[in-house]
């Protein structure tokens, strides 16, 4: 596992995109390059800055499929609290030259949850899987919705949300956790676990628990992203903020092996 430890967001956001970047231009086969894109106020830094790089013709996004981690179940599209929402209004909308059938979204308006998350992971298989997975963490260690005791081995499906999760996410929904819907569709622990690369975005200091389970804490249901010592190509950005928990021979060993710049 690598870990990438930044002065600050903005700085880590920028390692995050440059290296998201190196990896789509290196891709020099006709198939696309497959990327998984989480949601929540962790990617928004990435996102701007790989727009700025696709405006500014830097970086095209004309050969990549997208896959995004999750959606709330029963929130539609125009709902400004809804992951496809999010994602066009962070993203999408902002890159020239994404094509709109490239783009991959589980549908929380289905009137059949099971067959669209069996056909959410029909669809990745039929590329070739995942090459590169950016995900989020939830303070508890959730990556993308799936919640402490979802399964390791876990594939898309319906998910339900804990207290603790609605509570944080009622941010977003005026502060009202009953708001936040109690169910969303989610790729599974194992659906990310199966991507070529995974690279997880952790910052604050609220995250400062989740990075010490993730990257010392013995491998658990309890905290799903423990799932990413497993995984040969692992990579967590992080902040200063974040590494708060760490014991000091951990923070000190990743600056010393990353500081040839391996880039
Ligand atoms: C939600 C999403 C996760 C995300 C997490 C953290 O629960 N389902 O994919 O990682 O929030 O969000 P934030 O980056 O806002 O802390």
Same mark, same amino acid.
């Given at each position: 596992?690598?870990?990438i430890?930044? &002065?600050n967001y903005?700085k880590?956001?920028?390692?995050?995109?440059?290296?998201?970047?190196?990896?789509?231009?290196?891709h020099?086969?006709?198939r696309?390059?497959?990327?998984?894109?989480?949601t929540?106020? %962790?990617?928004?830094g990435v996102?701007?800055?790989l727009?700025?790089?696709?405006?500014?013709?830097?970086?095209?996004?004309a050969?990549?499929?997208?896959?995004?981690?999750?959606?709330?179940?029963?929130?539609?599209?125009?709902? &400004?609290?809804?992951?496809?929402?999010?994602? !066009?209004?962070?993203c999408?909308? !902002?890159?020239?030259?994404?094509?709109?059938?490239?783009?991959?979204?589980l549908n929380?308006?289905?009137?059949?949850?099971?067959?669209?998350?069996?056909?959410?992971?029909a669809?990745? *298989?039929?590329?070739?899987?995942?090459?590169?997975?950016?995900?989020?963490?939830?303070?508890?260690g !959730?990556i993308?919705?799936?919640?402490?005791?979802?399964s390791l081995?876990?594939r898309?499906?319906?998910?339900?949300?804990?207290?603790?999760?609605?509570i944080v996410n009622s941010?977003?929904?005026?502060?009202?956790?009953? *708001?936040?819907? %109690?169910?969303?569709?989610?790729?599974?622990?194992?659906?990310v676990? &199966?991507?070529k690369?995974?690279l997880?975005?952790?910052?604050? !200091?609220?995250?400062?628990r989740?990075?010490a389970?993730?990257?010392?804490?013995?491998?658990?249901?309890k905290?799903?992203?423990? *799932?990413?010592?497993?995984?040969?190509? *692992?990579?967590?950005?992080?902040?200063?903020?974040?590494?708060g928990e760490?014991?000091?021979?951990?923070?000190?060993y990743?600056?010393?092996?990353?500081r040839?710049?391996?880039?």
């Open positions: 596992m690598r870990v430890i930044q &002065d903005d880590m956001c920028k390692w995050a995109a440059d290296y998201i970047a190196s990896k789509i231009r290196a020099k086969e006709k696309p390059f497959v990327l998984g894109l989480p929540g106020s %962790s990617p928004i996102y701007r800055e727009s700025r790089m696709n405006r500014e013709g830097e970086l095209s996004f050969n990549v499929v997208t896959f995004n981690m999750d959606e709330y179940l029963g929130l539609p599209r125009t709902h &400004d609290q809804s992951y496809w929402y999010f994602m !066009h209004d962070n999408f909308d !902002h890159l020239v030259d994404m094509k709109p059938e490239n783009i991959n979204i929380g308006m289905t009137d059949d949850p099971e067959r669209e998350c069996r056909e959410y992971e669809k990745i *298989a039929s590329y070739g899987g995942i090459d590169l997975f950016m995900g989020g963490i939830g303070v508890d !959730h993308a919705f799936n919640e402490p005791f979802t081995a876990s898309t499906g319906v998910r339900n949300l804990t207290t603790d999760t609605r941010r977003f929904f005026g502060n009202d956790p009953e *708001a936040v819907p %109690s169910q969303a569709l989610s790729v599974g622990v194992g659906t676990f &199966d991507s690369e995974v997880i975005l952790i910052n604050g !200091h609220n995250k400062a989740a990075l389970a993730t990257v010392e804490g013995a491998v658990s249901q905290w799903t992203c423990s *799932a990413l010592q497993y995984h040969n190509g *692992a990579i967590i950005a992080c902040d200063e903020a974040a590494c760490l014991t000091v021979d951990t923070y000190k990743f600056l010393d092996i990353e040839a710049e391996r880039l």
